[in-house]
């Protein structure tokens, strides 16, 4: 089964930097979109950025010019720097990638969504 595991998240002061991670695992065949969201306490998740298999990246308006989002196509993995951060930055952010592969132990090029577990970065004033 695919699996997504974030890692990176911290307690963090406003003005710093993080790094998030998230590799993805099990039986894969192709990974389509990848992206990052966030969840607030008593908010909505929301779609932080975005990158397509070929690299078109897209970004919340909130984050533009100060997160970038990458990915490693070997390592089946995402990345999202994140700089300047701020108090309202503070949520549990979330791993999203569509997967074509193994699927209920069924091979299948269609793509499914699948979700990491979350990671929480607290950014503090």
């Known amino acids: 089964q695919v699996q997504l595991k974030e890692s990176g998240g911290d307690f963090v002061q406003s003005g710093g930097s993080l790094r998030l991670s998230c590799a993805a695992s099990g039986g894969i065949s192709a990974i389509g979109v990848m992206a990052w969201y966030r969840q607030a306490p008593g908010k909505e998740r929301e779609l932080v950025a975005d990158i397509t298999s070929g690299g078109r990246t897209s970004y919340a308006d909130s984050v533009k010019d100060r997160f970038i989002i990458s990915r490693d196509s070997s390592r089946k993995a995402v990345y999202l720097q994140m700089n300047s951060l701020k108090t309202d930055d503070t949520a549990v952010y979330y791993c999203?990638?569509?997967?074509?592969?193994?699927?209920?132990?069924?091979?299948?090029?269609?793509?499914?969504?699948?979700w990491g577990q979350g990671t929480q970065v607290t950014v503090s004033s």
């Open positions: 999203y990638a569509k997967v074509s592969g193994q699927r209920f132990g069924i091979w299948s090029n269609e793509e499914y969504p699948y």
